[in-house]
């Protein structure tokens, strides 16, 4: 279980409403109902609060492969182990950073910044190269990055590649650029996937633009491959319509 499934759980195992947790606690219900729902989490005051009322440790809390909560102590929590359970939690939110000595202008060559719990824009690694869960630089590497390269989950960039990368050139299961290759691909010049949409030339199995290649095409100017269809009429088709194509681009 979660940490939400398992706070649900233990308000209901003490007979408590959210209205009765949330009174104990000090927040209002709606803190604690978008606890339960995993909207957010509580702060580390809370957290240690929440082990104390359930006599649970803040491991079974925040550890989703704890299933099954400690015994509670004699007596109550002792100070040792509240002490514990503060830096277990404090280890849960903590930030590991490092940036290098070397910088150009006011930027860290290398920025790393990597948080074990949430995405937070104040843990942003910000360098000429970054890498981190939220990353900003030249070269950017993370689960949301952006950069003049950027490489990430999300990713935003003269040059995207990612899940969902938005870019001059965009590379990526979904990719939405000036330039779109992907299987789901949005170009507002050009775009080469399985499902192809640009605004000039669109290349795919399905493929809408004012010039359109492939097994199902509709634009202006259309050609459907079928099963001769050549490289070699490919690109006699995209020049006779776009003679000023940038080769390169031509044969990729």
């Known amino acids: 279980m979660n940490f939400s499934e398992k706070l649900t759980a233990l308000r209901r195992r003490e007979g408590m409403s959210q209205e009765q947790l949330a009174d104990r606690l000090g927040v209002t219900r709606q803190s604690v109902s978008k606890w339960e729902s995993g909207a957010a989490q509580p702060e580390l005051a809370k957290l240690v609060a929440l082990s104390e009322l359930f006599r649970v440790s803040v ?122 290759v992907g299987p789901v691909a949005l170009g507002l010049w050009y775009a080469g996937g399985v499902t192809a949409v640009a605004g000039k030339i669109a290349v795919g199995v399905a493929a809408v633009g004012d010039t359109a290649v492939g097994n199902d095409a509709l634009g202006k100017h259309v050609l459907l491959w079928g099963d001769g269809l050549t490289g070699a009429q490919v690109e006699s088709f995209l020049l006779e319509h776009h003679p000023d194509l940038w080769r390169p681009l031509l044969r990729f």
């Open 59 to 180: 491991d079974y809390l925040v550890k989703d492969y704890i299933e099954e909560p400690e015994p509670p102590e004699k007596g109550g929590t002792s100070t040792a182990r509240l002490e514990e359970q503060v830096e277990e939690i404090s280890r849960y939110f903590r930030v590991w950073s490092w940036d290098s000595r070397t910088r150009i202008g006011d930027l860290p060559l290398v920025s790393i910044r990597f948080s074990g719990n949430r995405l937070r824009l104040r843990d942003t690694a910000r360098g000429i190269i970054a890498v981190g869960n939220i990353a900003v630089g030249v070269l950017a590497l993370g689960i949301m990055s952006a950069g003049v390269v950027s490489i990430g989950v999300i990713s935003v960039g003269a040059l995207a590649l990612g899940c969902l990368a938005f870019g001059l050139a965009a590379l990526g299961p979904v990719a939405i650029g000036l330039l779109a």
